[in-house]
């Protein structure tokens, strides 16, 4: 005779979690035996594992890097590269927690959703800001200022624009904070790239326009979202 096979699934959503893509099962499930199963899973993971090993070297290379300007700073009488030490920290931190929440369980996906959109992108884009603007030497007061409003801003719009957070607010208000998001992304856009002409035209020395490869290099990371829109391709 004909049998039956009945296969009952349990799913369990966090209620704070809830947004539009939320609920029901996004990837279909795997049916077999159970040591099939597993060996699938031991090769799913050996892939995740492989694609995030460059992830893991990064932060160790910006980690160095940091150390090195640490260094510089130690050897002179000023502390003028203090935010670029900082910046390459914040890269490095953006990396591993990458890394961390692939790889292993440490992280759950609302404390790294805190931790890259929230605080170290925000983090990120202030410090390299504020690094450029002291390798070129741009003494201008307003830009610290400028700065610190732009960070402030985005870092309380991204918390209030995640869907896990006051998940009971309108879906106009989560709407508003992330176009405010966006727009501060974009003053931030504008400011770097007026920072690194600044630096040009203030000085035609060939250091100066290495200084500015390397900051429109950087600037490819950090607004590759941007880039995105614009039509050019990411990863």
């Known amino acids: 005779g004909t049998q039956t096979h009945l296969i009952a699934l349990r799913v369990w959503m966090d209620p704070l979690d809830a947004g539009a893509d939320s609920g029901g099962i996004h990837v279909a499930p795997r049916i077999g035996d159970a040591d099939d199963i597993d060996l699938l899973h031991q090769v799913q993971w050996l892939e995740t594992f492989k694609g995030y090993v460059v992830d893991a070297l ?93 960070a402030v801003v985005y870092l309380v719009f991204a918390l209030i624009g995640r869907p896990w957070f006051v998940p009971e607010a309108t879906h106009g208000i989560k709407m508003v904070a992330n176009i405010v998001v966006e727009g501060v992304r974009l003053a931030f856009v504008a400011l770097y ?43």
């Not at 600037?219 to 829109?229: R, V």
Request: charged share 10%.
């Open 58 to 150: 990064e932060p160790a290379a910006f980690a160095l890097l940091a150390l090195m300007v640490l260094g510089l700073m130690a050897s002179r009488t000023d502390d003028s590269h203090r935010w670029l030490g900082a910046a390459l920290l914040f890269l490095a931190l953006l990396r591993i927690n990458q890394v961390t929440f692939s790889w292993t369980h440490v992280q759950s996906l609302r404390c790294y959703d805190i931790a890259t959109a929230v605080i170290l992108k925000p983090l990120a884009l202030a410090a390299w800001t504020m690094a450029w603007r002291d390798w070129f030497r741009l003494g201008k007061p307003w830009l610290r200022y400028a700065v610190g409003v732009l």
């Open 193 to 235: 790239l007026w920072i690194i002409g600044s630096g040009v035209l203030r000085s035609g020395k060939p250091s100066n326009y290495l200084a500015a490869i390397a900051a429109i290099l950087v600037g490819i990371g950090l607004f590759a979202t941007e880039l995105n829109t614009l039509g050019l391709p990411g990863i």
